[in-house]
């Protein structure tokens, strides 16, 4: 019987009967055009595309209301903080200095809180949106109301540092005394700020009207307790 050859093929290093390379060649061919068939995996820290963008963030308008209690809250905080006028102090004559160092620090304290309300109410008018009829008008109202509240506002602090200046028992005690009082002057400004503010926004009507009823700080303001 005549035998096969079994001659075998060198490739440097290892050997391959011509039998046995058929199948090796079409195994991988397979697996090349498998993997060219593929999506290619994405690289490790790539972002991932984006599938649609991203909503616009949504604008404050008249009709939210939410603008209107932000002036009415802010103007009621900047009420609260000028009633901690002069609270938790005295200003005693027979104060030694100790004493007396430790009102100036409380009192400093006080209109601090005071000036940092006075520019959040600033910052709640600037954003009053106008795209309802009368807003414009109401914007310039309270702006004017501000100025004035403001123009009070410094009288405390100007009261404030003549109490920190104070070298005397009578410089102390008097100082003391125009400062609880300018503190009254300027909780008063305030009050007629928010009265401004909803009488405008009633001569208005609309929308101006709808968002002031619906803002709790915003009801008719009443005088503290002084």
Do not use: Y
Not at 64 to 85: N, P, Q, Y
Not at 94 to 107: G, N
């Amino acid at each position: 019987m005549r035998q096969l050859s079994t001659r075998s093929v060198d490739h440097g290093g290892w050997r391959a009967h011509p039998h046995h390379a058929g199948p090796i060649i079409l195994g991988l061919t397979m697996l090349l055009l498998a993997a060219g068939c593929s999506a290619p995996a994405p690289e490790t820290g790539q972002p991932a595309p984006a599938s649609s963008s991203a909503p616009p963030a949504a604008t404050a308008t008249a009709t939210s209301g939410e603008w209107a209690e932000s002036v009415c809250g802010a103007a009621a905080e900047v009420r609260t903080t000028l009633d901690a006028i002069g609270s938790g102090i005295t200003f005693k004559p027979a104060a030694d200095d100790s004493a007396r160092e430790q009102v100036k620090t409380t009192l400093n304290a006080q209109v601090t809180a005071v000036s940092t309300s006075i520019t959040a109410l600033g910052s709640a008018i600037e954003a009053i949106p106008v795209d309802a009829d009368g807003a414009d008008e109401l914007k310039s109202s309270l702006t004017t109301s501000r100025q004035a509240l403001d123009e009070a506002v410094q009288a405390v602090s100007a009261g404030a540092a003549d109490v920190s200046k104070a070298t005397t028992a009578k410089e102390f005690v008097t100082a003391g005394s125009q400062t609880v009082q300018a503190a009254k002057a300027a909780k008063s400004a305030a009050a007629t700020l928010l009265t401004t503010a909803h009488e405008a926004a009633t001569a208005a009507g609309g929308d101006l009207k709808a968002a002031f009823d619906s803002a709790p700080s915003c009801a008719q303001p009443t005088e503290s307790p002084s």
